[in-house]
């Protein structure tokens, strides 16, 4: 119900005056003052007064006490129209004695609604219009003529701006916040910009705390301090389009504050970030604490993050909770880039498993909520923390194409989490869920996108090749994709003449490939099979350049054992590799255990020729694995060294003298069960 008791007033007047023209609503049941288990139930039955029912006029049940200063507030008020409405002849003296003892023994006022509005793992993702949301059991999914499922157009910043102030209207106290990964791995429109466009759009959207990904160190902290604190971009000029976009020259920096409690400067020990940040709440204050993925050492170019250090979230989480509480705060939300696997719906949590569990389970009981990313799933769990006591964790997918709306009750006395319900949204951009009120965009902000696509739109839609069929990242029984087939053989071409490095084999981390290449094509006068830049560098958006590097064989053994080493993933981290190169291994994914020994001796072969340990060959690689990325040590062993081109160059390079490309045939890496 919407009325409040600001519409009493009106109301009554009306009703004493005389006959009521407007239409009687239809009322039933008895009045309950509050909501949910702590809600009074009367035996005074409900019935029209004026144009709206006696207990829509008492309180606004969606938003307990919300509207109230004190429990003692909505008393007077009661109590006041009670004694109307007993003068009017709607309630008989019984009644009014009992809605006035109901009023005092309710929890309204003594009780404050705070709504979280989060998001995870945006990724530059400003422009929706190739954005599509497939689900689950729960029906997120549009039905072709033919009968198949596909899926439903959602996303886009204008439209998640639209859906944000949607839920910012229907409650007075609101705050908006985002785990991680905001930045990085972008689409063209804002990686071009160095996602100058992201910052800019989520400040007109009303961001308020993002806890800073992995992904926001892929140009290092120096780059990462300047979207904090605005200014051009040091050396490329495309950075500070403001002039032509409609947005502040030189570039605004975020107006939302970027949080990383535990990542310390090694030198001083400082945080890099404000660990936790502060909203209050009709006296109440809550505190957002923002944490990074741990393992984001192993996952980000090296240099970038030289002289920082990242600890453990849950200690370093359960290390605050004591300056918090001597700051009087009790309300705790933790916001996490980490997250786990929940398979089924986007509103529920079936089977969770990951990393995330074990987080929650060592949370200090007075953490009352966890917003998670990083794994880019959906989910709405209660997980148990270090006292067993269950509270809700939750994620809202990736690139901004769901929101989760979580609503707190906080005790006015205890100033605590009460109580807390979660949901995600569908951020519908063609009113799929017709039930919803349509989601208005941002006019300011879809402007914004608009004009920056302007700007790249000659670049993002060069044809620069064609495709046979769809190319693929999924990967086969043995951890190969066509995909990474194709990638690896373009860095190699581009790497194989003697003054390019005189490579042999190329190695490529399945993490670098961000998209596929689909038949059907994206882009606006794209025909079928075609390619453009703009699809090239979704591929592949790091801008890492290529490296060549000597190994022995010996070291090429061991590099392929560290795909399943101890620090790697459950499932293991395939590199995808060149043609002509090729090995078994009997590395099953959740079967095998991490620290064994795997590839098959005398399998790995060049040509045909097996890899003589004692040789030298020269290998290609990324910037990002020469130095020891994704946890790949054995490549920062390299000698000789020399440089090469842009991962995306070199990609369209080769699609400009290769097509129409084919996908990779997936047999360079083979799984066996026994090694002969």
Known sequence: MSLTLKSIVPVVAVALAGPVLAAVPECGGPVTLGDGPAAVITTVANRPIGEACLDALIIDKAAEGAQYASHGAFVSVVTHQVDQWLEGAFIDVREAGELTSAAARSRVGKTLSVRVIAFNDFHGNIDGAALTLRSDPDGIFATTPSGARTGVPAGGVDYLAGLVRQLRADVPHSVVVSAGDLIGASPLNSALFHDEPTIETMNRLGLEFNAVGNHEFDEGRSELQRMQDGGCHPTDPNSCQGAQVGTPVPFEGAAFKFLAANVEDTATGAPLFPAYGIREFGGIRVAFIGMTLRDTPSIVTPSGIAGLEFRDEAETVNRLIGELRREGIEAIVVLVHEGGLAPGSIQRCSGVSGPIVDIVRRLDDAVDLVVSGHTHQAYDCTLPNAAGRTIPVTSAGSFGRLVTSIDLTLDRKSRDVIAAQAGNRLVDRTNFLAAATPIVPDAEIAAIVANYNALVGPIANRVIGSITANITRSANAAGESALGDVIADAQLRSTEDVERGAAVVAFMNPGGIRADFMFAGSSAGESDGQVTY???????????????????????????????????????????????FSYEHRFSPNQSSLGGSYVCDGSVTLGGVPVDRGATYRVTMNSFLATGGDNFSVFSLGTDQLGGEVDVDVLEAYFVSHSPVVPGTQDRIRRVVDCN
């Open 534 to 580: 703009g699809e090239a560098f979704t591929v592949q958006p790091f801008g890492n350049s290529l490296v060549v590097k000597s190994l022995t064989g010996q070291q090429i053994y061991d590099l392929l054992e560290q795909q399943w080493a101890a620090n790697q993933p459950a499932s293991g981290r395939i590199l995808q590799v060149s043609g002509g």
